[in-house]
């Protein structure tokens, strides 16, 4: 079973950046997919983007590429998300999930992920 803690959201004004945490424990680090999901209030969950922590290939939503970079650090068990140029609509709980199938698909399902964190809080405001 994988353990997933996600952390540092927080308050930013727009045009602003934010880096997300996610640690992971539990199974093999490297053996599963990690992705990010949001959910604003009143909205379904969305996936973000991915990251196949074996080879490091990655998957981007349309509404987020160029605006968001998904790493992995495999010595720490951690996975980050680099959000940039934040906008009021970027305002979210912020998820990390594990997908034990290892390849992130296109389409960022959020069935396809089994283990969630409890979410950080993205706020966007002036």
């Known amino acids: 079973d994988v353990q997933l803690q996600a952390s540092g959201g927080g308050w930013v004004q727009p045009g602003g950046s934010l880096r997300l945490s996610c640690a992971a424990s539990?199974?093999?680090?490297?053996?599963?997919?990690i992705g990010w999901f949001r959910q604003a209030p009143g909205k379904e969950r969305e996936g973000v983007s991915c990251i196949n922590l074996s080879d490091g290939s990655t998957v981007y939503a349309d509404f987020v590429k160029g605006l968001v970079t998904i790493s992995r650090d495999n010595a720490k068990n951690m996975v980050y998300l680099q959000i940039n140029s934040l906008k009021p609509d970027d305002a979210a709980v912020y998820y990390c999930a594990s997908d034990p199938d290892l390849y992130c698909s296109d389409n960022l399902s959020v069935g396809d992920f089994t283990s969630w964190g409890q979410g950080t809080q993205v706020t966007v405001s002036s």
């Open positions: 539990g199974v093999g680090f490297g053996n599963y997919a």
